[in-house]
Protein backbone atom coordinates (compact mmCIF):
# COMPACT_ATOMS: atom_id res chain seq x y z
CA UNK A 1 0.00 0.00 0.00
CA UNK A 2 1.60 3.72 -0.91
CA UNK A 3 -0.08 6.12 1.32
CA UNK A 4 2.48 8.99 -0.34
CA UNK A 5 2.83 10.10 -4.27
CA UNK A 6 6.12 11.55 -2.86
CA UNK A 7 7.17 8.39 -1.60
CA UNK A 8 5.64 6.35 -5.15
CA UNK A 9 7.98 8.95 -7.26
CA UNK A 10 10.98 7.90 -5.67
CA UNK A 11 14.00 7.55 -8.03
CA UNK A 12 17.03 5.93 -7.49
CA UNK A 13 20.30 4.61 -9.68
CA UNK A 14 24.09 3.47 -9.03
CA UNK A 15 27.27 2.74 -10.24
CA UNK A 16 30.03 0.56 -8.72
CA UNK A 17 33.51 0.25 -10.74
CA UNK A 18 36.52 -1.32 -9.64
CA UNK A 19 39.57 0.92 -9.54
CA UNK A 20 42.50 -1.73 -11.17
CA UNK A 21 40.64 -4.39 -12.92
CA UNK A 22 41.26 -7.32 -12.16
CA UNK A 23 41.63 -7.09 -8.75
CA UNK A 24 37.85 -7.52 -7.81
CA UNK A 25 35.76 -4.24 -6.53
CA UNK A 26 35.78 -4.16 -2.62
CA UNK A 27 33.05 -1.81 -2.79
CA UNK A 28 29.63 -3.01 -1.62
CA UNK A 29 25.99 -0.70 -3.35
CA UNK A 30 22.55 -1.30 -2.76
CA UNK A 31 19.18 0.40 -2.62
CA UNK A 32 15.72 -1.25 -0.74
CA UNK A 33 12.62 0.01 -0.96
CA UNK A 34 10.98 -1.88 1.93
CA UNK A 35 7.11 -3.29 0.17
CA UNK A 36 5.20 -1.69 3.30
CA UNK A 37 5.44 1.95 1.34
CA UNK A 38 7.42 3.44 4.44
CA UNK A 39 10.37 4.61 2.71
CA UNK A 40 13.35 2.63 1.95
CA UNK A 41 17.68 2.27 3.04
CA UNK A 42 20.66 2.73 1.42
CA UNK A 43 23.63 1.28 2.20
CA UNK A 44 26.98 1.62 0.85
CA UNK A 45 30.40 0.06 1.98
CA UNK A 46 34.10 0.42 1.04
CA UNK A 47 36.08 -2.72 1.59
CA UNK A 48 40.29 -1.35 3.10
CA UNK A 49 42.31 -3.55 0.47
CA UNK A 50 44.91 -4.87 2.84
CA UNK A 51 48.85 -4.16 2.21
CA UNK A 52 50.31 -7.12 1.58
CA UNK A 53 50.77 -10.00 3.77
CA UNK A 54 48.66 -12.18 5.76
CA UNK A 55 45.05 -10.67 7.02
CA UNK A 56 44.18 -13.87 9.45
CA UNK A 57 40.83 -14.32 7.02
CA UNK A 58 40.64 -17.23 4.34
CA UNK A 59 37.70 -15.15 2.55
CA UNK A 60 38.72 -11.64 1.50
CA UNK A 61 37.20 -8.54 1.82
CA UNK A 62 34.49 -8.71 -0.97
CA UNK A 63 32.60 -11.85 0.96
CA UNK A 64 33.00 -9.75 3.93
CA UNK A 65 31.59 -6.49 2.20
CA UNK A 66 28.84 -8.56 0.37
CA UNK A 67 27.75 -10.65 4.01
CA UNK A 68 28.45 -7.05 6.27
CA UNK A 69 26.34 -4.93 3.52
CA UNK A 70 24.08 -7.48 2.99
CA UNK A 71 23.16 -7.49 6.80
CA UNK A 72 23.06 -3.96 7.21
CA UNK A 73 20.65 -3.89 4.41
CA UNK A 74 18.50 -6.31 6.33
CA UNK A 75 18.40 -5.21 9.36
CA UNK A 76 18.45 -1.39 8.42
CA UNK A 77 15.09 -2.14 6.17
CA UNK A 78 13.21 -4.59 8.68
CA UNK A 79 14.29 -3.66 12.09
CA UNK A 80 12.70 0.20 11.89
CA UNK A 81 12.58 0.03 15.47
CA UNK A 82 16.46 -0.24 15.74
CA UNK A 83 18.70 2.65 15.14
CA UNK A 84 21.06 2.97 11.85
CA UNK A 85 23.99 2.58 14.69
CA UNK A 86 22.62 -0.38 16.51
CA UNK A 87 21.40 -2.14 13.09
CA UNK A 88 25.67 -1.88 12.29
CA UNK A 89 26.33 -3.28 15.48
CA UNK A 90 24.15 -5.85 14.30
CA UNK A 91 25.60 -6.83 11.51
CA UNK A 92 29.36 -6.65 12.22
CA UNK A 93 28.27 -9.59 15.05
CA UNK A 94 26.16 -11.29 12.27
CA UNK A 95 29.59 -11.56 10.33
CA UNK A 96 31.81 -11.59 12.58
CA UNK A 97 29.71 -15.24 13.33
CA UNK A 98 29.83 -15.72 10.08
CA UNK A 99 33.86 -16.31 10.32
CA UNK A 100 34.50 -16.80 13.53
CA UNK A 101 35.66 -20.30 13.68
CA UNK A 102 37.79 -20.19 10.44
CA UNK A 103 39.55 -16.91 10.63
CA UNK A 104 41.68 -14.98 13.07
CA UNK A 105 39.45 -11.65 14.10
CA UNK A 106 41.83 -10.39 16.38
CA UNK A 107 44.38 -10.02 13.15
CA UNK A 108 44.88 -5.98 12.64
CA UNK A 109 44.32 -6.54 9.31
CA UNK A 110 40.94 -8.65 9.65
CA UNK A 111 38.85 -7.89 6.60
CA UNK A 112 37.15 -3.94 7.44
CA UNK A 113 34.95 -1.42 5.72
CA UNK A 114 33.95 1.29 5.64
CA UNK A 115 29.99 2.51 6.24
CA UNK A 116 27.14 4.72 4.57
CA UNK A 117 23.62 4.30 5.46
CA UNK A 118 20.76 6.21 4.99
CA UNK A 119 17.02 5.28 5.71
CA UNK A 120 13.74 7.30 5.24
CA UNK A 121 10.26 6.84 5.69
CA UNK A 122 7.53 9.84 5.24
CA UNK A 123 8.84 11.98 8.32
CA UNK A 124 12.72 11.69 8.45
CA UNK A 125 15.89 10.63 6.77
CA UNK A 126 18.21 9.21 8.89
CA UNK A 127 21.90 9.05 8.17
CA UNK A 128 25.37 7.19 9.36
CA UNK A 129 28.83 7.42 8.21
CA UNK A 130 31.66 5.58 9.52
CA UNK A 131 35.11 6.95 7.63
CA UNK A 132 36.02 8.06 4.74
CA UNK A 133 33.05 7.41 2.49
CA UNK A 134 30.84 10.02 2.31
CA UNK A 135 26.62 11.10 2.01
CA UNK A 136 25.45 14.40 0.66
CA UNK A 137 22.00 15.61 1.73
CA UNK A 138 20.62 17.52 -0.96
CA UNK A 139 17.99 20.49 0.21
CA UNK A 140 15.12 22.18 -1.82
CA UNK A 141 16.51 24.88 -3.47
CA UNK A 142 20.02 23.00 -3.62
CA UNK A 143 21.99 23.58 -0.84
CA UNK A 144 23.73 20.39 0.53
CA UNK A 145 24.99 19.34 3.82
CA UNK A 146 27.97 16.81 3.26
CA UNK A 147 27.95 14.25 5.94
CA UNK A 148 31.63 13.23 6.39
CA UNK A 149 33.53 11.17 8.96
CA UNK A 150 36.78 13.09 8.94
CA UNK A 151 38.71 11.57 11.55
CA UNK A 152 40.93 9.58 8.82
CA UNK A 153 42.36 13.02 7.73
CA UNK A 154 42.82 14.19 10.72
CA UNK A 155 45.73 11.92 11.68
CA UNK A 156 48.58 12.87 14.18
CA UNK A 157 51.27 15.52 12.68
CA UNK A 158 54.09 11.95 12.97
CA UNK A 159 51.75 10.14 10.60
CA UNK A 160 50.86 12.84 7.70
CA UNK A 161 54.87 13.66 8.09
CA UNK A 162 55.17 10.06 7.43
CA UNK A 163 52.76 10.06 4.41
CA UNK A 164 54.78 13.31 3.09
CA UNK A 165 58.01 11.27 2.92
CA UNK A 166 56.50 8.14 0.96
CA UNK A 167 55.06 10.79 -1.44
CA UNK A 168 58.12 12.45 -1.71
CA UNK A 169 60.17 9.30 -3.07
CA UNK A 170 60.65 7.88 -6.20
CA UNK A 171 58.25 4.82 -6.08
CA UNK A 172 59.35 0.97 -6.70
CA UNK A 173 62.77 2.50 -4.95
CA UNK A 174 64.21 0.38 -1.91
CA UNK A 175 63.55 3.82 0.19
CA UNK A 176 59.99 4.03 -1.01
CA UNK A 177 59.11 0.93 -0.01
CA UNK A 178 60.42 0.71 3.27
CA UNK A 179 58.99 4.74 3.75
CA UNK A 180 55.56 2.91 2.78
CA UNK A 181 56.05 0.04 4.91
CA UNK A 182 56.23 2.54 7.92
CA UNK A 183 53.26 4.67 7.26
CA UNK A 184 51.46 1.69 6.80
CA UNK A 185 52.26 0.06 10.10
CA UNK A 186 51.74 3.64 12.19
CA UNK A 187 48.25 4.53 10.09
CA UNK A 188 47.61 0.30 10.99
CA UNK A 189 48.29 1.54 14.63
CA UNK A 190 45.82 3.94 14.88
CA UNK A 191 42.67 2.20 12.93
CA UNK A 192 39.94 1.27 16.15
CA UNK A 193 42.83 1.96 18.59
CA UNK A 194 41.40 1.24 22.18
CA UNK A 195 41.66 4.83 23.16
CA UNK A 196 40.49 6.77 20.34
CA UNK A 197 42.90 8.47 19.04
CA UNK A 198 42.74 7.59 15.72
CA UNK A 199 40.18 6.56 13.49
CA UNK A 200 37.30 3.81 12.95
CA UNK A 201 36.45 1.41 10.64
CA UNK A 202 34.07 -1.74 10.10
CA UNK A 203 35.99 -4.96 11.25
CA UNK A 204 35.11 -7.40 13.49
CA UNK A 205 33.97 -5.39 17.27
CA UNK A 206 30.59 -4.44 16.87
CA UNK A 207 31.38 -1.90 19.28
CA UNK A 208 32.46 0.40 16.97
CA UNK A 209 29.29 1.01 15.53
CA UNK A 210 29.50 3.76 18.45
CA UNK A 211 31.41 5.76 17.06
CA UNK A 212 29.87 6.42 13.66
CA UNK A 213 28.64 10.05 13.06
CA UNK A 214 24.77 9.41 13.08
CA UNK A 215 22.10 12.37 12.60
CA UNK A 216 17.83 12.53 11.43
CA UNK A 217 16.95 15.17 9.16
CA UNK A 218 13.24 16.35 8.78
CA UNK A 219 12.29 14.25 5.14
CA UNK A 220 10.81 17.66 3.65
CA UNK A 221 14.04 19.13 3.84
CA UNK A 222 16.22 16.50 1.86
CA UNK A 223 15.09 16.26 -2.14
CA UNK A 224 17.99 14.09 -2.87
CA UNK A 225 20.92 11.68 -1.28
CA UNK A 226 23.92 10.99 -2.88
CA UNK A 227 26.32 8.16 -0.83
CA UNK A 228 30.11 8.17 -2.68
CA UNK A 229 32.85 6.21 -1.84
CA UNK A 230 36.23 7.91 -1.64
CA UNK A 231 37.17 6.84 -5.08
CA UNK A 232 34.00 8.69 -6.52
CA UNK A 233 34.37 11.71 -3.91
CA UNK A 234 37.89 12.22 -5.43
CA UNK A 235 35.80 14.51 -7.96
CA UNK A 236 35.77 17.08 -5.27
CA UNK A 237 38.13 16.07 -2.80
CA UNK A 238 41.60 15.53 -5.00
CA UNK A 239 40.64 16.95 -8.25
CA UNK A 240 38.69 20.10 -7.30
CA UNK A 241 36.21 19.31 -10.63
CA UNK A 242 33.49 21.28 -8.45
CA UNK A 243 32.49 21.47 -4.69
CA UNK A 244 30.39 19.22 -2.22
CA UNK A 245 27.44 21.38 -3.31
CA UNK A 246 27.50 20.87 -6.62
CA UNK A 247 28.32 17.11 -6.50
CA UNK A 248 24.37 16.46 -6.02
CA UNK A 249 23.68 18.32 -9.25
CA UNK A 250 26.29 16.44 -11.77
CA UNK A 251 24.68 13.33 -10.54
CA UNK A 252 21.59 14.39 -11.35
CA UNK A 253 22.41 15.54 -14.66
CA UNK A 254 25.11 13.23 -15.70
CA UNK A 255 24.15 9.80 -13.41
CA UNK A 256 26.53 8.46 -11.49
CA UNK A 257 28.03 6.76 -14.29
CA UNK A 258 29.00 10.36 -15.13
CA UNK A 259 30.24 11.13 -12.01
CA UNK A 260 32.77 8.06 -12.23
CA UNK A 261 33.64 8.77 -15.90
CA UNK A 262 34.70 12.13 -15.04
CA UNK A 263 37.00 10.74 -12.01
CA UNK A 264 38.61 8.23 -14.57
CA UNK A 265 39.71 10.94 -17.12
CA UNK A 266 41.16 13.10 -14.08
CA UNK A 267 43.14 10.12 -13.04
CA UNK A 268 44.22 9.43 -16.79
CA UNK A 269 45.38 12.97 -17.07
CA UNK A 270 47.01 12.81 -13.44
CA UNK A 271 50.74 13.46 -13.98
CA UNK A 272 51.45 13.11 -10.05
CA UNK A 273 49.28 10.31 -8.66
CA UNK A 274 49.12 10.33 -4.82
CA UNK A 275 48.60 6.75 -3.58
CA UNK A 276 45.98 4.69 -5.71
CA UNK A 277 46.31 5.91 -9.35
CA UNK A 278 42.38 4.62 -9.73
CA UNK A 279 39.81 3.46 -6.46
CA UNK A 280 37.13 1.35 -6.60
CA UNK A 281 34.44 3.73 -7.33
CA UNK A 282 31.07 3.60 -5.80
CA UNK A 283 28.20 6.52 -6.18
CA UNK A 284 24.67 5.86 -4.68
CA UNK A 285 21.82 8.67 -5.94
CA UNK A 286 18.05 8.66 -4.43
CA UNK A 287 15.98 11.18 -4.99
CA UNK A 288 13.29 11.26 -2.75
ZN1 LIG B 1 37.15 -14.90 7.15
Known amino acids: MCRSGRLAAMRSEM ?6 PPHPNEDYASVALPASGEGG ?40 ELTLAACLS ?22 QATVVAARWDADTVEHLVLSDSSLL ?11 RDTRLSELPPHVRELGREVRALPEGSPEHVRARAAYV ?22 AVAAHAVTGTTPRASVTAL ?12 RFRLG ?35 SDDATAVFVEL
Open 15 to 20: TSEPGS
Open 41 to 80: VLVVLDGVTPPEGDDGCVHGVPWFTARLGGAMLELSGSRR
Open 90 to 111: AALARTADAHRSTCDLSHVRTP
Open 137 to 147: LEHPGGAVTPV
Open 185 to 206: RAVEGLRNAPDGTGFWTAAADP
Open 226 to 237: LAVTDGASRWTE
Open 243 to 277: TWEQLPALVRKLGTSGLVAQVRAAEAGDVAPRGKR
